[in-house]
């Protein structure tokens, strides 16, 4: 009984340990930037989402009411390549790469942001 007792208790020590080592790789993980993505906002509401920044470049058209927005993403960055709006803010902007960070284009109520490994507590 004693013996059986011992056995589970470093089973359960292994585990604890397992648990513990996941747990350190989910805080810092070091992949977490392969796992980026993108949402474009219209008028505060979500108009599309790039699952992955990561690869290669893409580019995407973005066309409301309010006009045209052309929208690059690929190597962890995304930017506003070309816009019809007048201030050209959005253009100028340059490139996101980090969590958290977006581009605004007011003239066309369009925000695109980046969000990480968690989607749904990043504010704009
Ligand atoms: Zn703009």
Redesign the pocket.
């Known amino acids: 009984m004693l013996k059986v007792l011992r056995s589970s208790n470093i089973l359960w020590a292994i585990v604890f340990v397992i648990i513990l080592i996941i747990c350190i790789l989910w805080i810092y993980m070091p992949w977490k930037d392969s796992f980026a993505a993108a949402e474009i906002l219209v008028d505060g509401e979500l108009y599309m989402t790039l699952d992955d920044i990561s690869g290669a470049e893409k580019e995407i058209t973005v066309t409301t009411s309010y006009g045209t927005?052309v929208v690059v993403y690929g190597n962890n960055e995304v930017y506003?390549r070309s816009?019809d709006?007048k201030?050209?803010?959005?253009?100028n902007f340059g490139k996101i790469s980090k969590p958290g960070q977006s581009v605004i284009?007011?003239?066309?109520r369009?925000t695109v942001r980046i969000c990480g490994a968690k989607t749904s507590d990043t504010d704009i």
């Open positions: 927005n506003v816009s709006c201030n050209q803010t959005c253009v284009c007011a003239p066309h369009l």
